[in-house]
Protein backbone atom coordinates (compact mmCIF):
# COMPACT_ATOMS: atom_id res chain seq x y z
CA UNK A 1 0.00 0.00 0.00
CA UNK A 2 1.50 3.52 -0.92
CA UNK A 3 0.88 6.32 0.94
CA UNK A 4 -0.08 8.78 -1.91
CA UNK A 5 -2.51 8.56 -5.23
CA UNK A 6 -2.36 10.50 -8.26
CA UNK A 7 -5.81 11.18 -9.78
CA UNK A 8 -6.90 12.23 -12.81
CA UNK A 9 -10.51 12.56 -14.87
CA UNK A 10 -10.41 11.75 -17.91
CA UNK A 11 -13.19 12.29 -20.70
CA UNK A 12 -12.71 9.63 -23.55
CA UNK A 13 -11.84 10.99 -26.43
CA UNK A 14 -13.85 10.23 -30.35
CA UNK A 15 -10.58 7.77 -30.69
CA UNK A 16 -10.58 6.07 -26.78
CA UNK A 17 -8.43 3.20 -28.00
CA UNK A 18 -5.48 5.21 -29.02
CA UNK A 19 -5.19 6.94 -25.73
CA UNK A 20 -6.00 3.37 -23.44
CA UNK A 21 -3.40 2.39 -25.46
CA UNK A 22 -0.96 4.79 -24.69
CA UNK A 23 -1.56 4.68 -21.39
CA UNK A 24 -1.50 0.60 -20.85
CA UNK A 25 1.27 0.29 -23.30
CA UNK A 26 3.65 3.36 -22.79
CA UNK A 27 1.90 5.73 -19.70
CA UNK A 28 1.89 3.11 -17.05
CA UNK A 29 4.73 1.04 -17.81
CA UNK A 30 6.94 4.14 -17.63
CA UNK A 31 5.20 4.96 -14.03
CA UNK A 32 5.66 2.18 -12.45
CA UNK A 33 9.13 1.70 -13.38
CA UNK A 34 10.11 4.82 -11.42
CA UNK A 35 11.19 4.06 -8.07
CA UNK A 36 8.51 5.38 -6.00
CA UNK A 37 5.34 4.46 -8.04
CA UNK A 38 3.49 1.24 -7.02
CA UNK A 39 0.80 0.91 -9.53
CA UNK A 40 -0.87 2.84 -12.31
CA UNK A 41 -4.43 1.96 -13.36
CA UNK A 42 -7.27 3.33 -15.44
CA UNK A 43 -11.14 3.24 -14.24
CA UNK A 44 -13.96 3.42 -16.86
CA UNK A 45 -17.37 4.39 -15.67
CA UNK A 46 -20.39 2.49 -16.39
CA UNK A 47 -21.99 5.64 -17.47
CA UNK A 48 -25.53 3.24 -18.05
CA UNK A 49 -24.93 2.06 -14.19
CA UNK A 50 -23.68 5.06 -12.74
CA UNK A 51 -26.48 7.30 -13.93
CA UNK A 52 -29.41 5.02 -13.09
CA UNK A 53 -32.37 7.16 -12.03
CA UNK A 54 -33.40 7.50 -8.33
CA UNK A 55 -35.42 9.37 -5.90
CA UNK A 56 -32.15 10.82 -3.89
CA UNK A 57 -30.91 12.47 -7.22
CA UNK A 58 -34.58 14.23 -7.59
CA UNK A 59 -33.83 15.98 -4.46
CA UNK A 60 -30.38 17.44 -4.87
CA UNK A 61 -29.95 21.32 -6.19
CA UNK A 62 -26.93 20.61 -8.57
CA UNK A 63 -26.56 17.08 -10.70
CA UNK A 64 -23.94 14.89 -9.85
CA UNK A 65 -20.57 15.11 -11.55
CA UNK A 66 -19.61 11.68 -12.86
CA UNK A 67 -15.88 10.94 -14.28
CA UNK A 68 -15.94 9.07 -17.07
CA UNK A 69 -12.46 7.92 -17.21
CA UNK A 70 -9.92 8.18 -13.79
CA UNK A 71 -6.14 7.10 -14.09
CA UNK A 72 -5.07 6.45 -10.72
CA UNK A 73 -1.21 6.60 -9.70
CA UNK A 74 -0.19 4.61 -6.37
CA UNK A 75 3.54 5.16 -4.99
CA UNK A 76 5.56 6.16 -1.27
CA UNK A 77 5.34 10.00 -1.31
CA UNK A 78 3.06 12.59 -2.34
CA UNK A 79 5.94 14.82 -3.80
CA UNK A 80 6.78 11.67 -6.22
CA UNK A 81 3.54 10.44 -7.37
CA UNK A 82 2.71 14.53 -8.55
CA UNK A 83 6.68 14.77 -10.39
CA UNK A 84 5.51 11.71 -12.10
CA UNK A 85 2.80 12.21 -13.20
CA UNK A 86 3.49 15.60 -13.67
CA UNK A 87 5.98 14.16 -16.27
CA UNK A 88 4.93 10.90 -17.46
CA UNK A 89 0.96 12.87 -17.96
CA UNK A 90 1.94 16.00 -19.01
CA UNK A 91 -1.14 17.90 -20.67
CA UNK A 92 1.15 18.28 -23.88
CA UNK A 93 1.62 14.36 -23.39
CA UNK A 94 -1.79 13.26 -22.68
CA UNK A 95 -3.49 16.13 -25.93
CA UNK A 96 -0.64 14.23 -28.09
CA UNK A 97 -2.68 10.60 -27.16
CA UNK A 98 -5.61 11.66 -27.75
CA UNK A 99 -7.27 12.91 -24.01
CA UNK A 100 -9.31 15.99 -23.77
CA UNK A 101 -7.42 19.26 -22.59
CA UNK A 102 -9.35 19.39 -19.06
CA UNK A 103 -7.52 16.31 -17.08
CA UNK A 104 -6.44 18.09 -14.20
CA UNK A 105 -3.87 16.18 -11.57
CA UNK A 106 -5.21 15.85 -7.98
CA UNK A 107 -2.51 14.23 -5.28
CA UNK A 108 -3.46 12.97 -2.10
CA UNK A 109 -1.56 11.58 0.72
CA UNK A 110 -2.47 9.24 3.12
CA UNK A 111 -2.28 10.54 6.72
CA UNK A 112 -3.56 7.93 9.33
CA UNK A 113 -4.43 3.93 8.63
CA UNK A 114 -5.59 1.37 11.18
CA UNK A 115 -4.78 -2.03 11.14
CA UNK A 116 -5.49 -5.09 12.76
Do not use: H
Request: net charge negative.
Amino acid sequence: MGGALGTFQLSPPPAAATLRQWLANVAFPTLVGRPAVISAALGEADLAATLVPAKERQLRAVADKTANWVVLVEGLEASEVDAACREVLSPDALQRNGAEPEADLAVYRLLYCLTR
